[in-house]
């Protein structure tokens, strides 16, 4: 490089090359200090998404538990339904015996009373004398047979009702029974939905996790929040990977007016320190 021997010295034949190089030079610092300046912004943006992201994660995970409690109510609601069921069915089950026994001893009193009208009649025709009192025995009986008849009838239709009042709760049971497999079906979609997203968010975490929630191998794309150093980390199927970079390089700044000079500008990312 020339010397410069101030005004009216004699010039030497390089200063003006000396002078563009060292004007590239800073033309070249400049342009790396723009772009060291654009890459902390990229990484500050980076930043706000994975924070978007846990965000996200964790409303979905509300989501999950919520439709869990959904379904394990109808599930409890369901099961209540077919006691309920079950219940009735054993009512009209009493029922039903209870006429058939009614049933029973109206036919037991029909007999009777066919029975006590023969005698009746065999005692008017064996005495003329007690022709009357026989006569009204016999209307008597047959007033009990015709009484016994409508108790006979009225035990069988309230058989047929508690028949058909049966397989009414029958219909019940099955309805409740179904409604119980489907509580149970959504219940059983609800948890699938909520193990595979855990086994996609990991949650909070101090240190790199081996495995899943569930002690399963860990899949590709996996997320975690590491609480030791606040920040994001993803799985690539061998290693965990910082989801935001934590370090700035910067090259050729000018310092003080010098070419060639390293200019080192220390960068907070995240809690980290980067320098150049």
Known sequence: MAIYRGPGGSPASSTDATLNAVTEKANEAATSAQNAATSETNAATSATAAAGSATTASNAAQTAIDSIGSATADANAAAASASQAATSASNATSSENSAATSATNSAT??????????????????SATSATASAGSATQAGTSATAAATSATAAASSATAAAASESGVAADATAAANSATAAASSATSAAASFDSFDDRYLGSKSSDPSVDNDGNSLITGALYFNSTNDLMKVYDSSSWLQVAPTTITNYNAVDGGFANSTYTAPQS??????SG
């Open 269 to 274: 990312i995240n809690g980290g320190t980067a």
């Open 109 to 126: 009193s029909a007999t009777a009373s066919a029975t006590s009208a023969t005698a009746s009649a065999t005692s008017a025709t064996n």
